[in-house]
């Protein structure tokens, strides 16, 4: 493979009438070594620059300083530092579900709904001592897609209600809600919507319904088709 082209200066002439030729030949020769060199080297940097301009390009750390993606390569936009993608916690993404039928206690009580799985995973992760957490490593705005198996236990009519809750706070115009009638009906709830979620932050889906009657409901695999997760979660990073 060939390599990029590399400056290496010719000796000084000893006449100095030769000077002004040398220095020019020598500019000549290192600006054609900086344009068709590929690769340009930057530095790690454990500080932010005291000075900076719109389009600066910094590598951070992410230890001493953390723009809000970790060890990454950033540009600055003139008011904040935005990593770029492929970096550390740049496009995090998440599969969450849960394999367990969940069944409300009480009427009208709002329950956490838990996970006890995930798939493909990046910044973001069920929390060690409460399953209902998902926790986030990185500032941003998310995109998460939430699906339930309702499953009736009975003829009486039911309805459920599901909302998010981020570090235990609702959001307004954020609940959906589902009636079921008949004994045995199954029905399948869905929400997508976009999130603004500060590092260290988790995520929560609650339910509650005016009838204990009623689940959300895991499903054995068949002959034809796999299980069926009671609830499903996918989440994935749109920006900073």
């Known amino acids: 493979m060939a390599q990029a082209p590399k400056y290496v200066p010719n000796p000084v002439p000893a006449n100095t009438e030769d000077l002004p030729r040398y ?5 000549t020769k290192l600006q054609g070594a900086l344009q068709e060199n590929p690769i340009s ?3 790690e940097k454990n500080t932010e620059p005291s000075r900076v301009k719109e389009g600066d390009i910094v590598y951070a750390d992410g230890t001493n300083w953390n723009p809000g993606q970790g060890n990454n390569l950033y540009y600055y936009d003139g008011a904040i530092w935005r990593a770029f993608a492929g970096g550390s916690g740049a496009g995090d993404f998440g599969f969450f579900y849960d394999t367990t039928d969940q069944t409300p206690t009480l009427t009208n009580t709002a329950y956490a709904i838990t996970f006890n799985n995930s798939g493909d995973k990046q910044g973001i992760s069920i929390d060690d001592t409460d399953a209902s957490k998902l926790n986030f490593t990185h500032t941003g705005k998310y995109y998460v897609s939430f699906h339930a198996t309702l ?3 009975s003829a009486s009519t039911k309805t459920t209600y599901f909302f998010p809750k ?33 590092a260290g932050q988790y995520l929560q889906a609650f339910w509650a319904s005016d009838n204990t009657d009623v689940e ?4 054995a695999a068949t002959a034809f088709a796999p299980e069926t997760p009671s609830v ?5 990073q749109v920006s900073q």
């Open 151 to 153: 499953s009736s236990g």
């Open 216 to 219: 959300l409901q895991h499903n």
């Open 23 to 27: 220095i020019f030949e020598e500019l």
């Open 166 to 198: 981020i570090n235990g706070i609702t959001s307004s115009q954020s609940t959906i809600i589902s009636t079921l009638h008949e004994n045995g009906q199954k029905k399948v709830m869905s929400r997508n919507g976009i999130f603004s979620i500060t």
């Open 41 to 43: 080297f930057i530095e």
């Open 232 to 236: 499903t979660l996918s989440i994935i």
